[in-house]
């Protein structure tokens, strides 16, 4: 936290809103930290169990289930400093904080189904483990964790701040839906047209948005240190981590008979 706020706050000037710089990051830090711990130590949990696999029968999914809550143990540890930032700071947890326990479970939800599947991964494919860490590196710049995702500030649909006429008149303009409405409007609000229809594509297939955790870190922040929640982006992200999970349950069921033999 120190580092980076150094020098991305202080050298390079990069915002983060009404927030102090330190205490944004951490609170970015802090649930990145979990989901990449919970990751990697679930991914690598079978086979580091490699004894305990082939001489006792129980549900192998316990292994990554343990892994998760190993590092749920340290999250909750490095909570507390958060606390204490934020009374250093003066800030006042707002009403939202009541939402962190689902902003906890989602961290729970997404750190699960990847590490569950990559824990099955690993096992019937060894060369798994050696990139690992490095997906976790790179998944961590694609994370808005110590920086700030704008769309976050407005939250309401996932597209940018309006330009143009809609942003002179809201009331008046009219958004066109349809491809003929498009073609027979003059060349000037045809282009308007299909700047809205590229704004709302970018909006759903944004690569922050294929990260599932930039909304869920978003929402993390928001519901402990206040700011709008980004609920369009939240519903995406949810979907994309049920997935994740649901995926990684089923090919780890397929697979987990054959865990003694192989290992």
Known sequence: MVVFA?????MAGMSSGDLPYPIFVYAGLLPWTFVSQATGKAAMSVASSERLVEKVYFPRL??????VAGAMVDFFIAFVVLVLMMFWYGIVPPATVALLPV???LLCLISLGIGVLYASLNIT????RHIIGFVLQIWMFLTPSIYMDVR?????DGSTTPTGPEAASPAAYQPPTTL??????PKSPQKLAADEIARDFHAWLSPLDLNPL??????????ILGGPIPWFMLVKSTLVSSLLLTIGLVYF?????????II
Do not use: C, N, W
Request: hydrophobic content about 50%; aromatic content about 12%.
């Open 253 to 261: 069921r397929r697979t987990e008979d054959r865990f003694a033999d």
């Open 62 to 67: 316990v292994i990554p289930i343990s892994a």
């Open 6 to 10: 150094q020098v991305f706050g202080g």
């Open 152 to 156: 976050a500030l407005h939250p309401g």
């Open 103 to 105: 902003a906890i479970l």
């Open 180 to 185: 003929a409405h498009i073609k027979s409007l």
């Open 214 to 223: 930039t909304a869920i870190i978003a929402f993390f922040r928001a519901s």
């Open 125 to 128: 494919y060894r060369d798994f």
